[in-house]
């Protein structure tokens, strides 16, 4: 097999294993449980390809046969289903007042769900890192003693984060420059499996792809409803990342040159306007907004059921520039759906309307077949269940783990 560079090269034989790992892998994935025939058949391998590539992957405890189908005629065929047991992705959010981990297999079954304050360790670098090892490690000890192999640590943080794992600027958090994986490698001294750190909004996404509704989908963007508003944009089925692994940060583009200060230091972005803490702002004056978004949230939500009027006008308002912030998105890089996430989910009932009326007037592509709006389904711990999912997919990828006695 060869590419065409600038002259020809070799592909390496390990590419196309790796390659050829990830398609069988994926299938049994999408279409488990399912045969060695049946994978060839849709996939195009040869037979012997397939069970090659099916014994190294039931070796790694990755798949498993689960007994002989009994709808054929002729000779059962063995069928053959995820596995994935032995092994733990886990995931770690950093919000402004929490942290959220979260780990699962390789099916997608949660072994763990922990939320933790944060709001006393945030505007410090050194407590916070001390406060996201100290759930990482403990993290990591709850699914060891289940007898499962970690995979991998993944930490989602509100802001820029470049290849390296450094946060170069996180207004939210007050973080500039700040080399969160650095730090947690030796915090964690050396655990033996990989970290990675990334944006909250790219991590949602690949959960929402993942484990959402939108199997389908090759197209979608996802809008964080937290302390902050970023976006995170699946374009042809990947990752949109950008130069420097810095796209998405449509919460400081400024919409109104005269509008609200923002956490960035200018006045008017999308974040000042149609933020969740600019939401609690106009729904609840007589509240103080720093106490709890999520308690915040909830006496939104039970206000605009009980129709106050001045609820259902903030949250008009703040559709309105959610419409604006969605439209964008369209324009752009024209998604098939646009997920409103975090605590944008919860409040959808009330902000569909105006942000579909927003989006519909600002929005250049036709309407028919086009992009439309939906609520976040896995919740505000999306941005964890990612960081989990983003340690999967490289496994889905064709890079496989070996089992510590291997």
Same mark, same amino acid.
């Given at each position: 097999?060869?590419?065409?560079?600038?002259?020809?090269?070799?592909?390496?034989?390990?590419?196309?294993?790796?390659?050829?790992?990830?398609?069988?892998?994926?299938?049994?994935?999408?279409?488990?449980?399912?045969?060695?025939?049946?994978? =060839?058949?849709?996939?195009?391998?040869?037979?012997?390809?397939?069970?090659?590539?099916?014994?190294? /992957?039931?070796?790694?405890?990755?798949?498993?046969?689960?007994?002989?189908?009994?709808?054929?005629?002729?000779?059962?065929?063995?069928?053959?289903?995820?596995?994935?047991?032995?092994?733990?992705?886990?995931?770690?959010?950093?919000?402004?007042?929490?942290?959220?981990?979260?780990?699962?297999?390789?099916?997608?079954?949660?072994?763990?769900?922990? +939320?933790?304050?944060?709001?006393?360790?945030?505007?410090?670098?050194?407590?916070?890192?001390? =406060?996201?090892?100290?759930?990482?490690?403990?993290?990591?000890?709850?699914?060891?003693?289940?007898?499962?192999?970690?995979?991998? /640590?993944?930490?989602?943080?509100?802001?820029?984060?470049?290849?390296?794992?450094?946060?170069?600027?996180?207004?939210?958090?007050?973080?500039?420059?700040?080399?969160?994986?650095?730090?947690?490698?030796?915090?964690?001294?050396?655990?033996?499996?990989?970290?990675?750190?990334?944006?909250?909004?790219?991590?949602?996404?690949?959960?929402?792809?993942?484990?959402? %509704?939108?199997?389908?989908?090759?197209?979608?963007?996802?809008?964080?409803?937290?302390?902050?508003?970023?976006?995170?944009?699946?374009?042809?089925?990947?990752?949109?990342?950008?130069?420097?692994?810095?796209?998405?940060?449509?919460?400081?583009?400024?919409?109104?040159?005269?509008?609200?200060?923002?956490?960035?230091?200018?006045?008017?972005?999308?974040?000042?306007? $149609?933020?969740?803490?600019?939401?609690?702002?106009?729904?609840?004056?007589?509240?103080?907004?720093?106490?709890?978004?999520?308690?915040?949230?909830?006496?939104?939500?039970?206000?605009?059921? =009980?129709?106050?009027?001045?609820?259902?006008?903030?949250?008009?308002?703040?559709?309105?520039?959610?419409?604006?912030?969605?439209?964008?998105?369209?324009?752009?890089?024209?998604?098939?759906?646009?997920? /409103?996430?975090?605590?944008?989910?919860?409040?959808? %009932?009330?902000?569909?309307?105006?942000?579909?009326?927003?989006?519909?007037?600002?929005?250049?592509?036709?309407?028919?077949?086009?992009?439309?709006?939906?609520? $976040?389904?896995?919740?505000?711990?999306?941005?964890?269940?990612?960081? =989990?999912?983003?340690?999967?997919? +490289?496994?889905? $990828?064709?890079?496989? %783990?070996?089992?510590?006695?291997?």
């Amino acid at each position: 097999m060869i590419t065409m560079r600038t002259s020809p090269h070799a592909v390496d034989f390990g590419d196309v294993r790796a390659t050829n790992l990830a398609v069988v892998l994926r299938h049994v994935r999408a279409n488990g449980p399912c045969s060695r025939a049946d994978i =060839a058949a849709a996939t195009g391998l040869n037979k012997a390809t397939v069970s090659s590539i099916v014994g190294d /992957l039931i070796r790694r405890r990755l798949l498993r046969e689960t007994g002989p189908s009994g709808h054929r005629i002729g000779r059962p065929a063995i069928m053959l289903a995820l596995d994935g047991e032995p092994y733990a992705a886990i995931g770690i959010a950093v919000g402004s007042d929490h942290l959220t981990a979260m780990a699962v297999d390789l099916p997608g079954t949660c072994l763990l769900s922990w +939320h933790r304050s944060f709001a006393e360790h945030a505007a410090s670098p050194g407590l916070a890192v001390a =406060a996201i090892s100290t759930l990482a490690r403990r993290a990591a000890a709850r699914v060891t003693s289940q007898g499962r192999y970690v995979l991998g /640590l993944t930490v989602g943080v509100p802001g820029l984060v470049d290849g390296d794992g450094v946060v170069r600027r996180s207004p939210t958090l007050g973080w500039r420059d700040m080399d969160l994986r650095g730090e947690l490698v030796t915090a964690l001294r050396q655990p033996g499996y990989a970290i990675a750190v990334d944006n909250e909004a790219n991590l949602a996404v690949l959960a929402e792809q993942r484990y959402g %509704p939108y199997p389908e989908a090759t197209n979608l963007a996802y809008l964080t409803g937290g302390a902050s508003i970023g976006a995170g944009v699946v374009v042809d089925g990947r990752l949109l990342r950008g130069n420097r692994g810095f796209s998405g940060g449509i919460g400081h583009i400024q919409v109104l040159p005269d509008g609200p200060a923002c956490v960035c230091g200018r006045r008017g972005c999308l974040e000042a306007l $149609a933020g969740v803490p600019a939401l609690i702002r106009r729904a609840l004056p007589d509240l103080d907004v720093d106490v709890s978004l999520a308690l915040d949230i909830q006496e939104i939500v039970r206000r605009a059921k =009980a129709h106050e009027p001045a609820t259902l006008d903030a949250l008009a308002e703040t559709g309105r520039w959610l419409g604006y912030g969605a439209s964008l998105l369209a324009n752009i890089v024209n998604p098939e759906v646009v997920i /409103l996430g975090g605590y944008f989910a919860p409040l959808t %009932p009330w902000l569909l309307a105006t942000v579909e009326a927003e989006l519909a007037v600002r929005t250049v592509a036709p309407q028919a077949g086009g992009c439309r709006i939906a609520p $976040a389904t896995l919740g505000t711990e999306s941005s964890a269940l990612g960081a =989990a999912a983003r340690i999967l997919d +490289h496994i889905d $990828a064709g890079h496989l %783990p070996e089992l510590p006695d291997d």
